[in-house]
RNA sequence: GGGCGGUUAGCUCAGCGGUUAGAGCGCAUGCUUCACACGCAUGAGGCCAGAGGUUCAAAUCCUCUACCGCCCACCA
């Protein structure tokens, strides 16, 4: 076989790129359903289209990437569906502020040039993430690319929209809801982020129209009172009871209000007394309705004053908070102010303060859709991992409210309802109707609203696979298997998801939720672009050079179901580099020395493998096992460890140097070259095919150069863990001569013995052990620099002048006479001793203990009494040593 | 106000009822050993946040407390 030269670095630079492009070329992202194979599907989280990879998106695609690549080399038709959201709010705002630049707002375009300009903006910068995916080695199905604008989407949305409305439904309904005076429409309750600020709490009187003293109320929204129809206290509070049904005044505006009694009112806040103002807060509200107040309105779209605010009119809220509270204070009606700290609502896009108001919207009753949602979790069709969320998800699904699907922005879907200008009839139709269904009118006008995005991302597991049509995809791939996310978004899109695709397909849409740790900084703070704080990936695999590779498996590798929020930095991403170097160099190692081997000769029989080679195989196939287990489950950051350990810690640390060994020894034995390089070969193909969902590039590269049947790895079946390799002798075996080898060359580090040195050894064993040992010597010799060496009878009688080591099975003795200090060495085993007696003592103690022989489970008595007696046994040794050294001194 | 996480070596984290609590990085010492100095070897470093409790046995289970973080919530 001709040996391809290999390059001594690894550069992912070099390879990435060039090898994705070879991917895609070979179709190898496609999903086609087959029947012949069992379809498997995730649906990547839309990014939005004027969004930027950020480390986010590289963790999110990174696990689903992993989990795509591995159904797929299980044999599974993976699909990995791709697509961009059109994020109405968001990217209304980023248009909008660009025209800001321009002195224009997007009334002057008017909506039709309005629209445009963001289409424009959207074929310019939307396949910018696209482009980052791919980077990253994201093995999604490009072809099956879908932006929620695509026509065939919009028609779903549209279908949805209609569906729901003929049922009743989605209404029309005039409510308190939550503004954005700076985006100037509505959003939902999940749209807005508390936060705690510092205000003040103002104390205002309101006197008696009777010329009375009135009532004194605390307010943290001064501006407000000129809206104000009531003052309320709780119907027990005697302080106030003789008040109830009499007249105060509003300040300033001194407009006579009613005193009412209502059980909402918390005595003890503030005065006990609150201001009722229906048009500007929303218990307010209620309160206002029940009581059949008037609802005043003093704040516009834009929150400014009203012209109902009279002299306030046209200042800002903040603006006319300020000034009402300086007349409060000449009009000798403050009372007092104090600091007080509470929670205020921000727009979750522009961190404008939220203004409850009053407003025209359409509304989406989920009730019914949300309690079989929350059925369907129950009954465990859609299982959350990490468990907990599960809770999360229910409590919100059993406490939740009609959803306003309406927004006050021209980029999205239209909504499909017309008016008629004559009757003023309302339909819902996927299309302009032609005439007025009920008076025939021709002259319809539509409903300038379009809808909430996340109305439209509900269906992304639907409308992807092509519904309402009943297209294959559909019937092979719903539902699908997997949705993985930040647990941001789990009111958001998880869970309307689950309804809307019980609405639509009476099927739950995936079947597992798998909820990610939220990356952060290593200080903990969020990683921000405008902070600073963040680490870019793309800046990290291309800039610094650490390689895509490097920057999954460091993501993965700490992608813990135990906690919530990955700090993350640099420095790990360099140890992944590290990882791969030496992944490389194990690599080269292995080519090197396959020289005349052909894989596809007949494996080596049992006999003609080393202890060390059954041992690495069984290792291996206990690994296999474990990595497919734990992906199964999600736990990535265990099957990334058990790879890193398996790679670093047993192949290239113990196996390739017993390899080594065993090659150099048996040059001249066909038989075992053969074995010693299936093994190398057979372990290492293996071991990058586990690892390639996590670090797809570089496995690749090594399975490319190392010999192999197909065209790629990325294809090739799943390594299945071979029960016929678990050896329990041979890990046992290894386990005592890894022990020894530790022993001496502890002994030599602390004798200061130069490493290139040899140094005689002597072992002294029971039988068994020596024959493991016996097999041992050219390891002993390799990895320990110890020849020769002397395999004894315990019985046999120790020589002078040793250094020693106790370990359980096995007694080592450097004989250096002379080099050896007699009182140092002494002072060391006594150390050694004193330690063990310590345990000795500890478990002998328990041992005599009644309660534990009586009551702890017989196997692990059993198991302390052996080990204090293997401990016993150690101590006499070493006290024997201790003799021996003291007879010499 | 309600709920959920976290607190283990200098740092980032495993371990979640049973041998002497682990890893990587960092640190110390020694090595240009024929895959690899992005490396090899050896070593130092921990009353597992605190206080109670359950158990033959607790870092691990329960209760409380403290601090850090997140989510939900109509306390004006």
Same mark, same amino acid.
């Not at 930027?52 to 690549?69: P, Y």
């Not at 108001?357 to 859709?369: G, K, N, T």
């Not at 029989?605 to 195989?617: E, N």
């Given at each position: 076989?001709?040996?391809?030269?290999?390059?001594?670095?690894?550069?992912?630079?070099?390879?990435?790129?060039?090898?994705?492009?070879?991917?895609?070329?070979?179709?190898?992202?496609?999903?086609?359903?087959?029947?012949?194979?069992?379809?498997?599907?995730?649906?990547?989280?839309?990014?939005?289209?004027?969004?930027?990879?950020?480390?986010?998106?590289?963790?999110?695609?990174?696990?689903?990437?992993?989990?795509?690549?591995?159904?797929?080399?299980?044999?599974?038709?993976?699909?990995?569906?791709?697509?961009?959201?059109?994020?109405?709010?968001?990217?209304?705002?980023?248009?909008?502020?660009?025209?800001?630049?321009?002195?224009?707002?997007?009334?002057?375009?008017?909506?039709?040039?309005?629209?445009?300009?963001?289409?424009?903006?959207?074929?310019?910068?939307?396949?910018?993430?696209?482009?980052?995916?791919?980077?990253?080695?994201?093995?999604?199905?490009?072809?099956?690319?879908?932006?929620?604008?695509?026509?065939?989407?919009?028609?779903?949305?549209?279908?949805?929209?209609?569906?729901?409305?003929?049922?009743?439904?989605?209404?029309?309904?005039?409510?308190? *809801?939550?503004?954005?005076?700076?985006?100037?429409?509505?959003?939902?309750?999940?749209?807005?982020?508390?936060?705690?600020?510092?205000?003040?709490?103002?104390?205002?009187?309101?006197?008696?129209?009777?010329?009375?003293?009135?009532? *004194?109320?605390?307010?943290?929204?001064?501006?407000?009172?000129?809206?104000?129809?009531?003052?309320?206290?709780?119907?027990?509070?005697?302080?106030?009871?003789?008040?109830?049904?009499?007249?105060?005044?509003?300040?300033?505006?001194?407009?006579?209000?009613?005193?009412?009694?209502?059980?909402?009112?918390?005595?003890?806040?503030?005065?006990?007394?609150?201001?009722?103002?229906?048009?500007?807060?929303?218990?307010?509200?209620?309160?206002?309705?029940?009581?059949?107040?008037?609802?005043?309105?003093?704040?516009?779209?834009?929150?400014?004053?009203?012209?109902?605010?009279?002299?306030?009119?046209?200042?800002?809220?903040?603006?006319?908070?300020?000034?009402?509270?300086?007349?409060?204070?000449?009009?000798?009606?403050?009372?007092?102010?104090?600091?007080?700290?509470?929670?205020?609502?921000?727009?979750?896009?522009?961190?404008?303060?939220?203004?409850?108001?009053?407003?025209?919207?359409?509304?989406?009753?989920?009730?019914?859709?949300?309690?079989?949602?929350?059925?369907?979790?129950?009954?465990?069709?859609?299982?959350?991992?990490?468990?907990?969320?599960?809770?999360?998800?229910?409590?919100?699904?059993?406490?939740?409210?009609?959803?306003?699907?309406?927004?006050?922005?021209?980029?999205?879907?239209?909504?499909?309802?017309?008016?008629?200008?004559?009757?003023?009839?309302?339909?819902?139709?996927?299309?302009?109707?032609?005439?007025?269904?009920?008076?025939?009118?021709?002259?319809?006008?539509?409903?300038?609203?379009?809808?909430?995005?996340?109305?439209?991302?509900?269906?992304?597991?639907?409308?992807?696979?092509?519904?309402?049509?009943?297209?294959?995809?559909?019937?092979?791939?719903?539902?699908?298997?997997?949705?993985?996310?930040?647990?941001?978004?789990?009111?958001?899109?998880?869970?309307?998801?689950?309804?809307?695709?019980?609405?639509?397909?009476?099927?739950?849409?995936?079947?597992?939720?798998?909820?990610?740790?939220?990356?952060?900084?290593?200080?903990?703070?969020?990683?921000?672009?405008?902070?600073?704080?963040?680490?870019?990936?793309?800046?990290?695999?291309?800039?610094?050079?650490?390689?895509?590779?490097?920057?999954?498996?460091?993501?993965?590798?700490?992608?813990?179901?135990?906690?919530?929020?990955?700090?993350?930095?640099?420095?790990?991403?360099?140890?992944?580099?590290?990882?791969?170097?030496?992944?490389?160099?194990?690599?080269?190692?292995?080519?090197?020395?396959?020289?005349?081997?052909?894989?596809?000769?007949?494996?080596?029989?049992?006999?003609?493998?080393?202890?060390?080679?059954?041992?690495?195989?069984?290792?291996?196939?206990?690994?296999?096992?474990?990595?497919?287990?734990?992906?199964?489950?999600?736990?990535?950051?265990?099957?990334?460890?058990?790879?890193?350990?398996?790679?670093?810690?047993?192949?290239?640390?113990?196996?390739?140097?017993?390899?080594?060994?065993?090659?150099?020894?048996?040059?001249?034995?066909?038989?075992?070259?053969?074995?010693?390089?299936?093994?190398?070969?057979?372990?290492?193909?293996?071991?990058?095919?586990?690892?390639?969902?996590?670090?797809?590039?570089?496995?690749?590269?090594?399975?490319?150069?190392?010999?192999?049947?197909?065209?790629?790895?990325?294809?090739?079946?799943?390594?299945?863990?071979?029960?016929?390799?678990?050896?329990?002798?041979?890990?046992?075996?290894?386990?005592?001569?890894?022990?020894?080898?530790?022993?001496?060359?502890?002994?030599?580090?602390?004798?200061?013995?130069?490493?290139?040195?040899?140094?005689? *050894?002597?072992?002294?064993?029971?039988?068994?052990?020596?024959?493991?040992?016996?097999?041992?010597?050219?390891?002993?010799?390799?990895?320990?620099?110890?020849?020769?060496?002397?395999?004894?009878?315990?019985?046999?009688?120790?020589?002078?002048?040793?250094?020693?080591?106790?370990?359980?099975?096995?007694?080592?003795?450097?004989?250096?006479?002379?080099?050896?200090?007699?009182?140092?060495?002494?002072?060391?085993?006594?150390?050694?001793?004193?330690?063990?007696?310590?345990?000795?003592?500890?478990?002998?103690?328990?041992?005599?203990?009644?309660?534990?022989?009586?009551?702890?489970?017989?196997?692990?008595?059993?198991?302390?009494?052996?080990?204090?007696?293997?401990?016993?046994?150690?101590?006499?040794?070493?006290?024997?040593?201790?003799?021996?050294?003291?007879?010499?001194?």
């Amino acid at each position: 076989m001709a040996r391809t030269t290999i390059p001594t670095t690894y550069d992912p630079r070099q390879v990435e790129v060039a090898r994705y492009r070879i991917w895609k070329e070979a179709g190898y992202f496609r999903a086609v359903p087959d029947p012949a194979r069992r379809p498997w599907a995730v649906m990547m989280p839309l990014p939005n289209v004027t969004g930027e990879l950020h480390i986010g998106h590289a963790l999110n695609n990174s696990v689903q990437d992993v989990l795509t690549r591995f159904r797929r080399m299980q044999g599974f038709c993976a699909l990995y569906q791709p697509g961009t959201d059109h994020a109405g709010i968001a990217t209304q705002n980023v248009v909008e502020r660009e025209l800001a630049r321009e002195g224009l707002r997007r009334e002057d375009l008017g909506r039709e040039k309005f629209q445009e300009r963001v289409w424009a903006w959207v074929r310019k910068y939307g396949s910018i993430i696209y482009s980052q995916l791919e980077r990253l080695g994201i093995s999604c199905d490009w072809d099956r690319k879908v932006f929620t604008l695509d026509p065939d989407y919009s028609r779903a949305v549209l279908e949805a929209f209609v569906r729901l409305y003929r049922k009743g439904l989605i209404y029309r309904g005039r409510h308190m *809801v939550n503004w954005c005076p700076r985006c100037e429409t509505v959003i939902s309750d999940l749209e807005v982020v508390h936060e705690e600020v510092d205000s003040s709490l103002w104390y205002v009187r309101y006197p008696g129209a009777d010329g009375g003293p009135g009532v *004194v109320v605390a307010t943290q929204r001064p501006e407000t009172i000129l809206a104000d129809v009531a003052v309320a206290v709780h119907p027990a509070d005697d302080r106030y009871r003789h008040l109830v049904g009499t007249t105060v005044l509003v300040p300033l505006v001194r407009r006579p209000v009613p005193v009412i009694a209502d059980p909402r009112v918390d005595p003890a806040f503030g005065t006990g007394a609150v201001k009722i103002t229906p048009g500007h807060d929303p218990l307010d509200h209620e309160i206002g309705a029940d009581h059949r107040l008037p609802t005043l309105v003093v704040l516009d779209s834009r929150g400014r004053m009203t012209g109902e605010a009279g002299r306030y009119a046209g200042l800002d809220r903040l603006a006319a908070r300020e000034a009402v509270a300086v007349d409060l204070q000449e009009a000798g009606l403050l009372e007092r102010v104090e600091p007080y700290r509470s929670s205020v609502g921000h727009c979750d896009r522009c961190h404008t303060v939220i203004e409850p108001s009053i407003s025209d919207q359409w509304f989406l009753d989920v009730a019914e859709m949300a309690r079989r949602a929350a059925d369907a979790i129950r009954a465990g069709r859609v299982r959350f991992h990490p468990q907990r969320w599960t809770k999360v998800a229910l409590d919100w699904l059993d406490g939740i409210r009609p959803w306003v699907i309406s927004r006050q922005l021209w980029w999205g879907h239209r909504i499909p309802v017309w008016q008629c200008a004559a009757c003023g009839e309302r339909t819902a139709d996927t299309a302009a109707p032609a005439a007025c269904p009920r008076c025939g009118g021709a002259d319809l006008v539509q409903d300038p609203d379009v809808l909430d995005t996340w109305f439209s991302s509900a269906l992304w597991p639907l409308a992807t696979l092509g519904w309402p049509r009943d297209t294959a995809d559909l019937r092979y791939f719903y539902p699908t298997s997997v949705l993985v996310t930040d647990r941001g978004i789990i009111f958001l899109w998880v869970c309307r998801m689950i309804m809307f695709g019980l609405e639509f397909m009476g099927e739950v849409p995936f079947a597992d939720v798998y909820i990610h740790p939220t990356v952060l900084t290593l200080t903990g703070q969020r990683m921000s672009k405008s902070l600073g704080t963040g680490i870019d990936p793309l800046e990290m695999a291309d800039g610094r050079g650490y390689g895509a590779d490097a920057v999954r498996f460091a993501l993965i590798s700490r992608c813990s179901q135990a906690q919530q929020d990955m700090r993350f930095g640099e420095k790990m991403i360099e140890d992944v580099r590290n990882f791969n170097t030496k992944l490389w160099n194990a690599t080269r190692f292995v080519l090197l020395h396959l020289d005349g081997f052909d894989h596809r000769a007949p494996a080596p029989a049992p006999a003609a493998l080393s202890t060390a080679d059954r041992w690495i195989r069984s290792r291996h196939a206990r690994l296999a096992g474990e990595v497919t287990a734990l992906l199964e489950a999600y736990e990535f950051d265990k099957a990334a460890r058990a790879l890193y350990d398996f790679i670093w810690g047993e192949f290239c640390d113990w196996y390739v140097e017993m390899a080594k060994a065993d090659l150099q020894r048996e040059a001249g034995d066909p038989v075992r070259r053969h074995a010693v390089q299936h093994t190398l070969w057979v372990v290492l193909s293996r071991t990058v095919q586990l690892l390639h969902p996590i670090m797809p590039f570089i496995t690749e590269e090594v399975w490319q150069l190392l010999p192999h049947d197909g065209p790629s790895i990325m294809v090739s079946p799943w390594p299945q863990p071979d029960p016929g390799w678990v050896d329990h002798q041979a890990e046992a075996e290894v386990a005592v001569v890894k022990d020894t080898i530790r022993a001496i060359r502890s002994l030599r580090a602390e004798l200061a013995l130069p490493p290139g040195r040899r140094v005689p *050894v002597r072992l002294r064993a029971d039988g068994p052990t020596r024959a493991m040992l016996e097999r041992a010597r050219p390891y002993l010799a390799d990895l320990a620099r110890a020849e020769p060496v002397h395999l004894d009878d315990p019985a046999v009688p120790r020589p002078a002048g040793c250094a020693a080591a106790v370990l359980p099975q096995v007694e080592v003795l450097l004989p250096l006479a002379g080099l050896v200090d007699a009182a140092r060495e002494q002072a060391r085993l006594r150390k050694t001793v004193d330690q063990v007696e310590a345990e000795i003592r500890r478990l002998e103690g328990r041992l005599q203990d009644h309660e534990f022989t009586a009551r702890a489970p017989a196997e692990i008595v059993a198991q302390q009494r052996q080990r204090a007696e293997e401990l016993r046994v150690r101590a006499r040794r070493i006290r024997e040593l201790l003799e021996a050294l003291a007879a010499e001194g």
